[in-house]
């Protein structure tokens, strides 16, 4: 079983930046693909980004594609998401997953956070 504690959130202007960070504690972390998703309120869960095992593949959603970055540190069980050039609709709760395989699909992914939520400000 694996645990990710994600953090990092909080509330930016339009434009900005934020960073968020997962650790994942339990059998062998860093042996899984990691990635994020984002819920808005009354809207879908939304694939964001995720990245191999490696850290060499990654794979992002079409509408962050060039402003998010995400990265991780298998010596520190960590996975990060750089956040810029921040839009309102980027609000949500974001959560970092866990799984075997790197996919934009939720059911791909067995192990999530608590989510950790993110306002942008017009």
């Known amino acids: 079983q694996v645990e990710l504690i994600d953090s990092g959130g909080g509330l930016v202007q339009a434009g900005g930046s934020l960073s968020l960070s997962c650790r994942a504690s339990g059998l062998s972390p860093s042996s899984y693909v990691m990635g994020w998703f984002r819920q808005a309120p009354e809207k879908e869960r939304e694939f964001v980004a995720a990245?191999?095992?490696?850290?060499?593949?990654?794979q992002y959603g079409d509408s962050v594609k060039g402003r998010f970055t995400i990265s991780r540190d298998n010596a520190k069980h960590a996975v990060y998401m750089q956040m810029n050039s921040l839009k309102p609709e980027d609000t949500a709760v974001y959560y970092c997953?866990?799984?075997?395989?790197?996919?934009?699909?939720?059911?791909?992914?067995?192990?999530w956070g608590q989510g950790t939520q993110v306002t942008v400000s017009s």
């Open positions: 997953v866990g799984g075997f395989q790197i996919g934009t699909s939720a059911s791909q992914y067995s192990f």
């Open positions: 990245i191999s095992v490696s850290g060499i593949r990654t």
